[in-house]
T-cell receptor, first 110, second 112 residues
Framework: RKEVEQDPGPFNVPEGATVAFNCTYS??????FFWYRQDCRKEPKLLMSVYSSGNEDGRFTAQLNRASQYISLLIRDSKLSDSATYLCVVNELRGGNLIFGKGTKLSVKP | EAGVTQFPSHSVIEKGQTVTLRCDPI?????LYWYRRVMGKEIKFLLH????????ESGMPNNRFLAERTGGTYSTLKVQPAELEDSGVYFC??????????FGEGSWLTVV
């Protein structure tokens, strides 16, 4: 079983759509959780951290369910510029050993 | 402020040759990490430096890989001898303490 599993995608959505990504992780002792965004042939960039209480940043909402070991990302009112690969990332220790999912590709079309 | 910079951005070498990748972290970041993504797989952790010390090298695949960070500034990752399965993109990242980890654009390695 993979340590971090994500929807395989790709997700092709029209502008303005709402899209949700899901992710599960295998280690219940995981400490911190993130969504990273990666544009084609670019580096991963932190989109947002994910907290147990849920958190929102503009059009982006992240949720964490520790009991189910499940993380989600909701993007509202999709923009063309949201097209990218979204990586679910987990940190099992308070350090730099980030564990990445394979990513879900999003394409937002006009 | 300059981000994490990596060199070379692309490299094509023959099987059995040696390649050395360099990473310059963000100024002032004590923590430096190496990750890599091979074809069709997820990004995987290789190792973590705190200043010049190896904090965690549990992700290094085998002894053909050698990472150094002399003086606690830039780091090098040497692959010797390179094998076909080493092809992929090698990301360096840095952070200040336990804060956000910033990634470089990666060094794309192709072994033929």
């Amino acid at each position: 079983r993979k340590e971090v599993e994500q929807d395989p995608g790709p997700f092709n959505v029209p502008e303005g759509a709402t899209v949700a990504f899901n992710c599960t992780y295998s280690n219940s002792a995981s400490q911190s959780f993130f969504w990273y965004r990666q544009d084609c042939r670019k580096e991963p960039k932190l989109l947002m951290s994910v907290y147990s209480s849920g958190n929102e940043d503009g059009r982006f909402t992240a949720q964490l369910n520790r009991a189910s070991q499940y993380i989600s990302l909701l993007i509202r009112d999709s923009k063309l510029s949201d097209s990218a690969t979204y990586l679910c990332v987990v940190n099992e220790l308070r350090g730099g050993n980030l564990i990445f999912g394979k990513g879900t590709k999003l394409s937002v079309k006009p | 402020e300059a981000g994490v910079t990596q060199f070379p951005s692309h490299s094509v070498i023959e099987k059995g040759q040696t390649v050395t990748l360099r990473c310059d972290p963000i100024s002032g970041h004590d923590n430096l990490y190496w990750y890599r993504r091979v074809m069709g797989k997820e990004i995987k952790f290789l190792l973590h430096f705190v200043k010049e010390s190896k904090q965690d090298e549990s992700g290094m695949p085998n002894n053909r890989f050698l990472a150094e960070r002399t003086g606690g500034t830039y780091s090098t990752l040497k692959v010797q001898p390179a094998e076909l399965e080493d092809s992929g993109v090698y990301f360096c990242a840095s952070s200040h303490g336990l804060n956000t980890i910033y990634f470089g654009e990666g060094s794309w390695l192709t072994v033929v």
